[in-house]
């Protein structure tokens, strides 16, 4: 075992995954493609918590240490239909933690019930403490927060911080190193390599993880990251910076390569939860191919991207490309007048 992965496994962690998440070839859209060969790697069936997605893997770590520091209540932050806000409920449910989530408003759309169904209905279902707040959108952590905290912390609860999707906790983009390593086994069972990872981008750490572990593994994988932010600079920046701690954490003597964090700017509609018709007619495509169901403010934007890299040949034809299906479909009732 290489050391990298036996440092990986040092870190205490929950078990929150089925085990690793299936790969599934999708050989109806690699046809009507004509290109490179597209697989999925299925996040959004990763768990039975609450319907999983990405942020349950990454929680993986990030509760454990809550449990260690002896925290009764994980706070957290998001918007108003945030698939991360409803898995960090789920992880507190599942492990006897109280959820403390607030709920802001970052994306400037409220149709008929979006503050009532979907993500939140779950998070409030499984007894979540959900608060509805308003600012704008902003990847980075909120004064709005302390206030809860310092509630918390008056009323003798031990809360434990945990960031927008979990990115800017020092453990957040492990589990996204341990995907990594997964997927290795599984090519290996399979027999087959993926050249070319395609994976969305927001607060970063799903990227970045997956960055890391290409690096430290070494095998020269492209990974491309889709921007479904509207703010791609702070995004490269974000994805950067954990990359960098990240890798710090497993392999001091690693470095991040120039040209290691590739973000694609082209598939966000210019704005963060919301589609523009690219995302829908991606998202259609996938839905009546493969009944691939993607949503409107992540999954659906990165499957445009994939899209158009394998269609245009970007992604070259003799390419096996991965498609990271990260989750997100709880959301998708929140959408419904889209559609
Ligand atoms: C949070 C989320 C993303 C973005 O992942 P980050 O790690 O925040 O960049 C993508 N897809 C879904 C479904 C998500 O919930």
């Known amino acids: 075992m290489a050391p990298w992965v036996d440092k990986l496994r ?29 697989w999925a790697k299925r996040e959004d069936c990763n768990s039975g ?36 806000t409803r898995a960090v409920t789920a992880c507190a449910a599942a492990t006897g933690l109280k959820a403390v989530t607030l709920q802001e408003a970052w994306v400037p759309y409220s149709p008929p019930l979006y503050d009532k169904t979907g993500n939140i209905l779950l998070s409030r279902l499984m007894g979540g403490d959900v608060r509805l707040n308003s600012e704008g959108f902003h990847i980075g952590p909120k004064a709005s927060l302390d206030v809860a905290i310092r509630e918390l912390h008056e009323k003798g609860a031990k809360p434990y911080w945990i960031p927008a999707g979990a990115s800017l906790h020092p453990l957040g983009a492990l589990g996204f190193v341990d995907f990594v390593v997964e997927l290795a086994e599984q090519e290996t069972a399979l027999g087959l390599f993926f050249d070319t990872i395609v994976v ?3 607060t970063g750490s799903s990227h970045a993880g997956i960055v890391v572990g290409a690096v430290l593994e070494g095998k020269g994988r492209k990974i491309i990251g889709i921007d479904a932010s509207g703010k791609p600079k ?7 910076n954990i990359a960098r701690n ?19 700017e082209r598939f966000h509609a210019g704005i963060y939860g919301i589609p523009d018709e690219q995302t829908k ?35 070259s034809p003799t390419s096996k490309v991965l498609y990271v299906h990260l989750g997100g479909q709880p959301a998708l009732n929140a959408y419904s007048d889209q559609f």
């Open 10 to 38: 040092t870190f205490p962690k929950e078990r929150f995954l089925f085990g690793p998440s299936p790969v599934q070839r999708l050989p109806r859209l690699t046809a009507h493609l004509g290109g490179a060969q597209v």
């Open 49 to 84: 918590l609450a319907f999983g997605g990405n942020k349950v893997r990454k929680l993986e770590y990030v509760v454990a240490d809550a449990l260690l520091q002896d925290a009764d209540t994980l706070v957290s932050i998001g918007g108003v239909q945030s698939n991360h």
């Open 200 to 202: 969305c981008s927001v």
């Open 234 to 240: 702070n995004t490269k920046e974000q994805v950067t």
């Open 246 to 264: 990240t890798l710090a954490l497993l392999d001091p003597a690693a470095s991040l390569p120039e040209n290691a964090v590739v973000l694609d």
């Open 281 to 315: 007619a991606a998202m259609r495509l996938g839905a009546q191919l493969e009944a691939f169901i993607t949503d409107p403010v992540y999954e659906g934007k990165s499957l445009a991207g994939l899209i158009h890299l394998v269609q245009s040949r970007e992604i």
